[in-house]
């Protein structure tokens, strides 16, 4: 089982440009999340996704969109990259929303670099 | 409200030799409670987790996590620290809901 992977694995991007990360999982979780990694900061969340065809705002949403067509895929967008963009972005799951109990699994990560 | 706050940003021992890793939380709620480790270029693993039962609890690769409600704690130690420990640490709090809130991380390295 390959858990969640997130493509690509690092990327340069100019400012200015858009690109879409890709997350996908297959662990049937209802529940996808996207976070951002700085350091210094742990990991805050952008944006979330309850089910399929449900997003929420995260902790920093501003900058990024996201959407759920189905179970297993769950994009983000920068649709204009800032430098400020610069990070490490991490995809997760967890397998219900009603509950604080379940654990979330995390994909390898995506590096992204704005210049 | 909830948030997290790790005591160290990082912690240097010596290998064979005990790891305490310091972890304090806010809550309005009776909160979960996660240690996640994360090795270099990698994504994020779950050490061990909280959820109201037993307040000792014990995780993967002999780490384990006590908490105490009246210090509001949840502080990971492990008896003896191995080379493989080397890595980054987060404590994560989580209300009433599915949302984590992470803590700054704090980095373990591990002398021969």
């Known amino acids: 089982t390959a858990g969640i992977t997130q493509a690509p694995t690092s990327q340069i991007l100019a400012a200015g440009r858009s690109m879409t990360l890709r997350c996908t999982q297959d662990?049937?979780?209802?529940?996808m999340y996207w976070y951002r990694q700085d350091l210094g900061l742990g990991l805050r969340l952008i944006h979330y996704?309850?089910?399929?065809?449900?997003?929420g705002k995260g902790e920093v949403p501003d900058g990024y969109s996201v959407s759920r067509a189905n179970t297993d895929d769950f994009p983000l967008t920068l649709a204009s990259a800032v430098p400020s963009q610069t990070s490490v972005y991490f995809c997760?799951?967890?397998?219900?929303?009603?509950?604080?109990?379940?654990?979330?699994?995390f994909g390898p990560g995506t590096r992204l670099t704005v210049l | 409200a909830q948030s997290v706050t790790q005591l160290d940003s990082h912690v240097s021992v010596s290998e064979g030799t005990p790891v305490l890793l310091r972890c304090n939380y806010s809550?309005?709620?009776?909160?979960?409670l996660f240690w996640y480790v994360q090795h270099p270029n990698k994504g994020l693993q779950l050490l061990l987790k909280?959820?109201?039962?037993?307040?000792l609890v014990k995780g993967i690769n002999g780490f384990e996590a006590e908490f105490k409600k009246s210090e509001t704690s949840f502080h990971l130690t492990k008896p003896s620290a191995h080379m493989s420990d080397a890595a980054e640490y987060f404590c994560?709090?989580?209300?009433?809901?599915?949302?984590?809130?992470f803590g700054a991380g704090t980095t373990v390295t591990v002398r021969a």
């Open positions: 662990m049937r979780h209802n529940a």
């Open positions: 994560v709090v989580s209300e009433n809901d599915y949302k984590l809130s």
């Open positions: 997760a799951s967890s397998d219900s929303v009603e509950s604080s109990y379940n654990e979330q699994f």
């Open positions: 909280y959820t109201s039962a037993a307040t």
């Open positions: 996704s309850n089910t399929a065809g449900t997003t």
């Open positions: 809550s309005s709620y009776s909160p979960s």
